[in-house]
């Protein structure tokens, strides 16, 4: 009897299983492929959006039909006659000069159907298509957005909506590169603080690299950081000012990084032994390598940033960024304010550095007065390589 009971049940249990997999074929979902989707007329549609004084520009969407809840990713683009056939990317990549831009795509990238592009974003986009000069820029100015969604390499587009803006003129020029900072025990005060206002004193910034091309868009390439680390040294290098959540920090072993996108933190970076080190971050590709350097610089009991904007007066002292623990330093900063044109250069009164970019770029001992524009910044100077970048105050 109860063989008989078992072979009921087991045969019992079998056919439930083959009935819970037909449910499941069943209720598998198929992958449509719709060919277009819609696009909300925004409530401010009715009236002209000041862009100079509004911070973004709001959209929703409703999500394509794809059969299911898809995870699809949406961007929204921008024209002023309703055309989208050659885009600011790649009239700007375009190294003949034939093409010529009708509509820009927004840098945001949403996984929702809801986005805020900065309304900035939409200004600069649209100078860039109609090539205006500053005295052109009309009082106000049609445009139409549409949404794109990719999903597993299908592109697809909303209907436009229209609505008006005000524009206004802004200079259109390349990104600055993309710069990382050092933090750490054995750098600056060793106070460990992120914060914007630290910068000089628990941070140090990364250099551009002599040589080295920067995305126009995002500012992304090769930075680099050359200096004296003690044994003990531990630290950490950030992509963003105030957030430890992405950057380099420590790998499996000492002189290895490993990246931090938003996780859990892996350790501080660490040194095989005393030594000066080239870090080399690479902001594109998110890479960082940690190399001995095999020079032996000299160390400078002071700096000077003389030029015509103080009459190439040698007396005010720039300030060393010392770093803790015994580390020798080769890092130098300044506050300064530059009138009108003119030129300047960096030296501790018997070498004298000079180059011809700004406001950043790499100085040498045979170059000329570097060239300045007028403004109010924060300057850092390795002295090793001659790396220096004014950053705007």
Request: glycine share 10%; hydrophobic share 35%; with cysteine.
């Amino acid at each position: 009897m109860k063989n008989i009971l078992k072979s009921i049940l087991v045969l019992l249990c079998g056919v439930c299983a083959f009935t819970a997999c037909d449910e499941d074929r069943d209720s598998n979902p198929t992958l449509q492929k719709p060919t277009t989707f819609k696009l909300n007329t925004p409530a401010y549609a009715a009236q002209s959006i000041d862009l100079e004084h509004s911070d973004s520009l709001h959209f929703t969407w409703s999500q394509p039909d794809y059969g299911f809840p898809a995870a699809a990713q949406y961007q929204i683009q921008f024209s002023m006659t309703d055309t989208y056939t050659v885009s600011t990317d790649e009239a700007t990549a375009d190294e003949t000069g034939s093409l010529t831009a009708d509509y820009m795509i927004a840098d945001n990238v949403f996984t929702t159907c809801i986005g805020n592009v900065e309304a900035e974003s939409v200004a600069k986009g649209l100078v860039q298509i109609a090539g205006w000069t500053e005295d052109e820029v009309p009082a106000t100015q049609k445009v139409y957005a549409r949404v794109m969604s990719v999903l597993a390499s299908d592109t697809i587009y909303s209907n436009s909506v229209e609505f008006n803006v005000i524009p206004y003129y802004i200079e259109l020029k390349d990104a600055d590169p993309e710069i990382w900072y050092l933090i750490g025990g054995c750098i600056g005060d060793g106070a460990w603080t992120n914060s914007a206002d630290a910068v000089g004193t628990s941070m140090i910034p990364m250099f551009t690299k002599e040589g080295v091309e920067y995305d126009s868009k995002t500012g992304q390439g090769e930075i680099e950081y050359i200096g004296y680390f003690p044994a003990d040294a531990a630290f950490k290098i950030i992509k963003t000012l105030g957030s430890w959540d992405y950057g380099f920090c420590g790998g499996d072993a000492a002189g290895t990084t490993s990246y931090r996108d938003g996780g859990d933190d892996p350790g501080n970076i660490t040194l095989p032994s005393a030594g000066y080190y080239k870090i080399t971050v690479d902001t594109k590709n998110i890479t960082c390598t940690i190399e001995e350097y095999s020079g032996t610089p000299s160390v400078y009991s002071s700096m000077f940033l003389p030029g015509d904007h103080n009459n190439w007066d040698q007396t005010a002292a720039m300030t060393a960024v010392e770093t803790v623990s015994g580390a020798e330093n080769h890092i130098w900063k300044a506050d300064v304010t530059f009138t009108g044109t003119g030129g300047f250069k960096f030296t501790d009164t018997s070498t004298w550095w000079g180059g011809y970019a700004f406001p950043y770029g790499t100085a040498s001992t045979s170059g000329g007065n570097i060239p300045y524009t007028e403004g109010s910044y924060q300057v850092f100077f390795n002295d090793i390589n001659g790396a220096y970048y004014f950053f705007s105050k």
